[in-house]
């Protein structure tokens, strides 16, 4: 009876579900330390087939030409964009699995694979109208070569320069939307194998709760990036090229031209630094979501 009344005071302490939000933000601190430099050469390889021969030739020229600060072009958007969008992402996934618990999984200790994964492809969803205008600015930012060339002085000259000319939808500031979406939609492969890795480290190791989160965060976003990168491609070379007009179609426009121009080799391009970049940065951002959740007595799932 004792035991019963605990449980039900440390659920009457947790805190709600605003520390889902709360715990995104140190997510998303960690993620942009660790991973900017990473996304600078995917993005540039990306949506440059004639300057650089590989990741190596495209670091080599990056810090020629431009120094150490060439690989942080861009961050300013990502550090409050991935603040902003893994509060927001890792927030709504935090009481997703609470709603999907309370209202689906009433009589059942946890949830299993399938909830965590619908509750995954939500978050998803739900952070890609945020996602959408900070993409924008921070592959326009990124794919800047030289100051004589340079259009943008940086994230408010992009947000500025497109609502003046397209607005504020589909065919402006939202003109990623639809392709962070779709790419979005590979959180099923993320959340589900996150879980997976979770548990079996559970079951099966000794490690802290802190080194699970952290390799079960790492080896699932290699997981997701696997499966999400062609669509990444895509969306990266659809906002740094601006004769796509931002329609329903511009994403079907864009596969296509990737494909006549590259061939199937074309949605490969820079996975290599994306995939280095996948592991240590959100190994280093769930853990540092995971630890501020049991710290304030919440429940990730």
Same mark, same amino acid.
């Given at each position: 009876m004792s035991q019963e009344n605990n449980q039900e005071k440390k659920k009457k302490q947790a805190p709600?579900?605003?520390?889902?939000?709360?715990?995104?933000?140190?997510?998303?601190?960690a993620k942009n330390a660790v991973g900017h430099p990473f996304d600078t050469i995917k993005v540039r390889l990306q949506t440059d087939s004639t300057r650089f021969t590989g990741p190596l030739d495209c670091c080599y020229k990056t810090l020629k030409t431009?120094?150490?600060?060439?690989?942080?072009?861009?961050?300013?958007?990502?550090?409050?964009?991935?603040?902003?969008?893994?509060?927001?992402?890792?927030?709504?996934?935090?009481?997703?699995?609470?709603?999907?618990?309370?209202?689906?999984?009433?009589?059942?200790p946890k949830l299993d694979l399938k909830g965590h994964i619908f509750a995954g492809v939500l978050a998803g969803w739900t952070v890609s109208f945020i996602a959408a205008p900070v993409e924008l600015a921070k592959v326009k930012l990124?794919?800047? %070569?030289?100051?004589? *060339?340079?259009?943008?002085? =940086?994230?408010?000259?992009?947000? /500025?320069d497109v609502y003046k000319q397209h607005g504020l939808g589909?065919?402006?500031?939202?003109?990623?939307?639809?392709?962070?979406?779709?790419?979005?939609?590979?959180?099923?492969?993320?959340?589900?194998?996150?879980e997976v890795f979770t548990n079996l480290m559970k079951d099966h190791t000794s490690m802290s709760d802190f080194a699970i989160?952290?390799?079960?965060?790492?080896?699932?976003?290699?997981?997701?990036?696997?499966?999400?990168?062609?669509?990444?491609?895509?969306?990266? %070379?659809?906002?740094? *090229?601006?004769?796509?007009? =931002?329609?329903?179609?511009?994403? /079907?426009?864009?596969?296509?031209?990737?494909?006549?121009?590259?061939g199937w080799?074309?949605?490969?391009?820079?996975?290599?630094?994306?995939?280095?970049?996948?592991?240590?940065?959100?190994?280093?951002?769930?853990?540092?979501f995971e630890a501020v959740l049991r710290a304030t007595g919440a429940s990730s799932s």
């Open positions: 709600g579900g605003y520390i889902g939000f709360v715990a995104g933000v140190f997510s998303g601190i431009q120094g150490i600060k060439g690989f942080y072009l861009g961050f300013t958007p990502p550090l409050f964009g991935w603040i902003m969008m893994d509060s927001v992402m890792l927030g709504s996934l935090h009481n997703y699995r609470r709603l999907i618990k309370r209202h689906f999984y009433s009589d059942e990124q794919v800047q %070569y030289g100051a004589k *060339n340079n259009r943008y002085s =940086g994230p408010i000259s992009v947000i /500025k589909i065919n402006g500031l939202y003109k990623g939307l639809i392709s962070t979406l779709i790419f979005r939609t590979n959180f099923i492969t993320w959340w589900g194998t996150y989160n952290f390799w079960a965060g790492g080896l699932s976003a290699s997981c997701f990036w696997i499966t999400a990168y062609p669509s990444d491609v895509v969306k990266s %070379y659809l906002l740094a *090229n601006d004769k796509f007009d =931002g329609s329903f179609k511009s994403w /079907k426009l864009a596969t296509k031209e990737i494909y006549q121009n590259k080799r074309g949605f490969t391009k820079g996975f290599v630094p994306s995939i280095l970049r996948s592991f240590p940065a959100n190994a280093a951002a769930l853990a540092a």
